[in-house]
């Protein structure tokens, strides 16, 4: 088990630092020789983001659909993943209307480990379909993270996903929920100090968002933090595109 930690924590640096041959071949060593999914669940994470980072969006979508698919949590066929998306608009739609800031904010935060990296396939699974254009699998993991960190609990993951669907709703002029999302998002961020998702919510902010209604000194100030938190999490280009 040590061993396999060690190659595990091996590879995902490599992979972090854009040395994706290697970096791949360690992370094979650990697929292969691991036992029990759970075990290579941080690998697969680490290996889908590399894959996209070098603009693989196909193969890095396929290794977090595989993930999902062995954890249980993931809607296979089009016709079943349109159905959850309009079920999930619709959830969320009421539930934005029923319940208040305060009572999102105080859901308990999601500490089910296996939960918690399924949420991070999802995340990416969204964020590559986007670049490989399936725009109904973008919305439809991106709304499933929105809907299970309602019934579940909330963690970083909930803020990057309500920080992305912020900006399709501002594109889409329903601006009052875009804002008050992206500032749940912000409150969500504070709560569970993840410096990934702090990144990845500013990216979202600042670009589509508070640049078109706050001030300059506020935007460029949200850049920074955005690529210091992108820098400090280890993600190079998420900490370039914040900035």
Known sequence: NLTLQLYQTY?????????????????????????KIEDTLQTRV???????????????????????????MYSSGRVALLCSLTRNYFFIKKYLRTHTDEDILSLPLLDDNIQLIGMELMLNSADQSFYVGDILRMMGDNLRIIRFSLCNGICGMTACAMAFYATALNAMNDTAIAYRLIALATKIVALTRMKYAEAWSLCCDTFWISSWRDSHTTVLNKMERGYQSGMECGDFELGLLAR
Do not use: P, W, Y
Request: hydrophobic share 40%; glycine share 8%.
């Open 11 to 35: 590879s995902n640096v490599e992979l972090s630092q854009g040395h994706f041959d290697f970096g791949r071949r360690l992370a094979e060593q650990v697929l292969r020789n691991a036992t």
């Open 46 to 72: 680490a290996l889908a983001r590399a894959l996209g980072r070098e603009s693989n969006h196909v193969e890095s979508l396929r290794v977090s659909e595989d993930a999902l698919r062995k954890i249980g």
